[in-house]
């Protein structure tokens, strides 16, 4: 069934119906679905709900996410274009066109209502997930929109990481937007009308495509692969985990009232990281694994079993000397490492053209949903920028961003709005 | 079916007895299949054949299209490079990894033979075509490789387009090779692979990923829709026209025996062009369609009738106006204002972040397959830069290239070794 049909049917039983019927996977709330649902409205990923859409979704194969600078001083306008995208993302969510009339049924003497290029296309299981960057709170010393002690404590500024080489057309951004999609162009043309709906209040600072995913939120899904040909992610915390998301992901209340409205919310990490894969390519299978600590082929640790066995950080080869090497990344990026602490890892593969140097520009776009990334994300990242020879030698990173992603919608409501009351 | 799936099947069969099951749909002298394709043997298209994959291929939904300059001189080396791409691309369009060990079963300290990023993966209808730059044949004035005398007339510079704002670095190459397949990170993976194994004797120019098809090369297609919101390349060349294809695609043996490698082969021009879509997106759907000559819903011709409608540019609205105005798309692009001329498109959209200026960097990467640019792109584009509106307001051409694109390669054969006999 295609937009255009679900269109149709929206006009017999309303969007609503719809909706409720392909829910039941993936918020805290979800209702059951009556009856298995047709190949249609399994492409819908319903909007509403305590938590937002886009972080225990089964990753989709897609990425587009875009940072936008707020041009406006104004604190209605910031409210009205937050409604506005409020609307806009639940339609396309649910494989509608953006406003009343659409692409091409509206009043011929103004500017169509939705751009017209997801016309014919399905949903494509679209999650439009939103984020405030530090920016949105305060920029060149001055509160913004009346927000005063509203930033949540944290909503930090990341250090300085050794070796970050961050492109400030890369990095930073006062609202985050993460669509993510089966389909690219679906993924796209949600973030493009939400660009054309802000137009005279926000600008994009930046802009990624990200092609392959880098992880699975779901066990009902296969551990893809990174560009550097391994199984990427085996060990994130996914949507079954109710107890680790609510440990790890969801954001608590925080210290001061000021911050309760991010309860039930996250903390999105997003680090553009350019891998240097000819150099890596030219590395032996050996030196391969020993900086990944598993094999290529399975995913395995070093220390033996397969994909999902844990490794076995103190077993020695015959050698004398660890199977899982002390500067292997799974050994360095595991929980064990860290404190306990884990994440949900949201990454996808990405490629933007040659380097000028005779490479292709590619690597890893890493998307991370945190509960607090003083704890879940800054030791950790300091600590492998320091001593993980794959991140020392094989890794660059050129853009960044953090931001509060508040807690999801109900009908009715805007994104952010526990913000603005 | 996986790719490993494959390979295991490939050890009883040979890989040959499945390309050949799977054969039939696209080449001059293809293979009636003997039974329908399962799924996985439907994700494979033949790499052998009298005309090279990947033109009349019914058109892939993603591209990543790379060009490559020659860093050697050395003519055995460059005929070595061929030979090894050609057995890389048959590889990898059959669904199975580069070399003979692959990604993760090689000896141990060696680099892998293949990046891994597609272990899993299936063939996702991986096409790759090689197509040859003027730069090939000379350069700095001086005759490259011993080919004095063979580069093809039709193999010309492109004179420069009233508007075009080409960037070097986006621009021309010694070698062109487009990777198709309905799945990028298949696609990606083939490019990765190429200039993993062509280290030392070329260097990536420019690359492009293509998220979104814009054409339909096959009648069992859609029309896809470009960033304007409206379907693209209903008029397009299909792989079913034999005599168009013979008419205004496929090469002839050029006025010279020098040329003779070229027969049965095809012109590749590439065009990025930035769209300015913040502007498109302000305009009211009155002047969309107007500019496009067509609806923006279903695509017909305001001239009437449905999508495939053949456009009456003589028919007058009550205004005493023709209904297709004067510079609007359709027309300026119709054979019939072309001396006849038609081309097989097979282009993408693209987004490449953004512009630094507050917008997304999109618009469509433009391929066409064609006999002779002379005839069939140069005089079309020219007129078209000077007088349609829409590619002088809202178009912008950055990035170009010309390459011709010799005839398909035979078991054994290696890519253009016409050129080199």
């Known amino acids: 069934m295609s937009r255009r049909g679900l269109l149709a049917l929206a006009g017999v039983g309303g969007a609503g119906a719809i909706a409720g019927v392909a829910a039941g996977l ?3 709330d979800a209702l059951a679905p009556a009856t298995a649902p047709t190949p249609a ?7 509403h709900g305590s938590i937002q859409a886009g972080i225990t979704t089964p990753a989709q194969d897609r990425l587009h996410m875009a940072a936008f600078d707020v041009t406006t001083d104004d604190r209605g306008a910031l409210i009205r274009l937050l409604r506005d995208w409020t609307a806009a993302a639940e339609a396309m969510s649910q494989g509608r066109q953006t406003g009343t009339t659409g692409a091409a049924d509206g009043p011929y003497d103004a500017p169509p209502e939705d751009t017209g290029e997801a016309l ?5 299981k679209l999650t439009v997930t939103f984020g405030f960057g530090a920016g949105l709170f305060e920029k060149d010393g001055k509160v913004r929109f009346g927000l005063e002690g509203r930033r949540p404590e944290a909503l930090i500024d990341l250090p300085h990481f050794p070796g970050d080489d961050l492109q400030p057309n890369r990095s930073g951004g ?11 162009q679906v993924a796209v043309h949600a ?3 939400l660009a054309r709906i802000g137009f005279g209040t926000v600008r994009v600072r930046w802009s990624q495509l990200g092609f392959g995913r880098t992880s699975s939120t779901s066990r009902s899904q296969q551990t893809p692969r990174n560009l550097f040909g391994f199984k990427d992610g085996t060990n994130n915390i996914k949507a079954e985990d109710t107890a680790l998301l609510n440990e790890h992901v969801w954001a608590g209340a925080g210290s001061r009232p000021e911050e309760a409205w991010m309860q039930g919310g996250s903390y999105l990490v997003a680090r553009r990281i350019r891998m240097h894969i000819e150099i890596w390519d030219r590395t032996s299978l050996r030196e391969q694994e020993g900086l990944i600590g598993r094999t290529k082929s399975e995913g395995s640790p070093l220390s033996g079993g397969k994909e ?5 950080f103190a077993l020695k080869g015959k050698d004398g000397e660890p199977l899982i090497g002390m500067d292997a990344h799974v050994r360095m990026a595991h929980a064990d490492q860290n404190d306990g602490v884990r994440m949900l890892r949201r990454g996808y593969n990405y490629t933007d053209g040659s380097d000028g140097l005779g490479h292709l520009d590619a690597g890893l776009f890493f998307v991370a949903f945190v ?3 003083r704890t ?6 300091m600590a492998m920028a320091k001593q993980d020879t794959l991140a020392v030698e094989y890794l660059k990173h050129t853009g960044s961003a953090l931001a509060a992603v508040p807690p999801g919608v109900q009908p009715g409501g805007y994104i952010g709005e526990g913000l603005f009351t």
Chains 1, 2 share one sequence.
């Open 26 to 28: 993936l918020s805290h």
């Open 41 to 47: 409205e399994a492409d819908v990923v319903p909007f």
């Open 120 to 124: 014919g296309l399905s949903a494509a």
């Open 174 to 184: 006062d609202i985050v937007v993460q669509a993510c999609a089966d389909d690219p």
């Open 191 to 193: 973030i493009r009308n």
């Open 308 to 312: 999902f066995s844990a490794p076995d």
């Open 371 to 373: 509960r607090d990334p």
């Open 376 to 381: 879940h994300y800054v030791p950790m990242q």
